[in-house]
């Protein structure tokens, strides 16, 4: 089943990617037509081919708004997931600290958690960057 819906949401993806290129390859042709024969054509011909031109394009791009607000990419959702997982480490490892007296098998287990998800999703555990290599080291 997960197989199916993986497909049907790739033949979406595909067919949607498809639509919203040929709208702005035919925008773009509108324009450079509208362009091309600015001198030969009647000034309503050439101010119809620039609004569809300009209507396409603004098509185009609400779509693509549209859908990245509805779909977001898959790093947004791993960037989600991992802030998620992390949030819920924490929250363990505080209530394992707010019970007291954390042993040495709570400490190397979060620890393990901590490094793996890690490894999982390299996310940044600290709001600023560390230098690679520091002038003397602190604690």
Not at 45 to 65: D, E, N, Q, V, Y
Request: aromatic residues 4%; glycine residues 4%.
């Amino acid at each position: 089943m997960h197989q199916n819906i993986g497909e049907q949401r790739n033949n979406w993806n595909t067919l949607l990617l498809n639509s919203i290129n040929m709208i702005t390859l035919t925008a773009t042709t509108m324009s450079g037509v509208a362009a091309t024969t600015a001198a030969t054509c009647s000034d309503s011909s050439l101010l119809a081919l620039k609004l569809s031109s300009a209507l396409l394009f603004s098509a185009a791009t609400g779509l693509l708004l549209i859908m990245n607000k509805i779909q977001p990419s898959q790093l947004t959702e791993e960037q989600r997931n991992a802030t998620r997982l992390f949030k819920h480490l924490q929250k363990q490892i505080e209530t394992v600290i707010a019970i007291g007296n954390p042993s040495e098998e709570d400490v190397k287990s979060s620890m393990e958690k901590v490094l793996a998800l890690d490894k999982a999703y390299p996310l940044p555990l600290l709001g600023v960057m560390l230098e690679k290599f520091p002038a003397k080291f602190e604690p």
